[in-house]
T-cell receptor, first 111, second 113 residues
């Protein structure tokens, strides 16, 4: 099976850089994804890492290291609207294409 | 517009009653998923389906049932056997594949009264 652990809460100031970590235990997966969810809303896709290394999409970057069973989401130039919950997720290689999410990190951006 | 629709947005149920949550998508996606989210918690997988007439239990399937008779539809029934059904329920769909994005509905908030 899969389990993905994240810090429960991170606080940062507007304009700063913040890193949200994800450590995982999995029997096999295709890659690591990240999703954003505002309070009461639907999660939306942010990024995907199929290979080790850094992927950059605007202010957001995501990193994966399979040898360390670790990934992170990096948010730069933080804005108030970035206050939300962030989830890492993996799609298992076993039958069924199971999509498992992490425990989630609530990011609070302050002035 | 293509999308995934959940209904109703809010649902109240008396203890001991079964209730069915609707999830419909017009994205032509093969894969569909049901998640449960409790306050301040992550998304826990209830059931998932990769093709019509086939579905598999997720991590917390006890007390829930699903069907997948049509590609577009994946309804979830919360049965009276579910001991703590009050939660936010999210449905998602995706094409099958390694790095495909999952699209979520707006969720149904179920409260047992």
């Amino acid at each position: 099976g899969q389990s993905l652990e994240q810090p429960s809460e991170v606080t940062a100031v507007e304009g700063a850089i913040v890193q949200i970590n994800c450590t995982y235990q999995t029997s096999g997966f295709y890659g690591l994804s990240w999703y954003q969810q505002h309070d009461g809303g639907a999660p939306t896709f942010l990024s995907y890492n199929g290979l080790d290394g850094l992927e950059e999409t605007g202010r957001f970057s995501s990193f994966l290291s399979r040898s360390d069973s670790y990934g992170y989401l990096l948010l730069q130039e933080l804005q108030m609207k970035d206050s939300a919950s962030y989830f890492c997720a993996v799609r298992g290689t076993g039958g069924g294409n199971k999509l498992t999410f992490g425990t989630g990190t609530q990011l609070k951006v302050e002035l | 517009d293509g999308g995934i629709t959940q209904s109703p947005k809010y649902l109240f149920r008396k203890e001991g009653q079964n209730v069915t949550l609707s999830c419909e998508q017009n994205l032509n996606h093969d894969a569909m998923y049901w998640y449960r989210q409790d306050p301040g918690q992550g998304l826990r997988l209830i059931y998932y389906s990769q093709i019509v007439n086939d579905f598999q239990k997720g991590d917390i399937a006890e007390g829930y049932s699903v069907s997948r008779e049509k590609k577009e539809s994946f309804p979830l029934t919360v049965t009276s056997a579910q001991k703590n059904p009050t939660a936010f329920y999210l449905c998602a769909s995706s094409i099958r594949g390694q790095n495909t994005e999952a699209f979520f509905g707006q969720g149904t908030r179920l409260t047992v009264v």
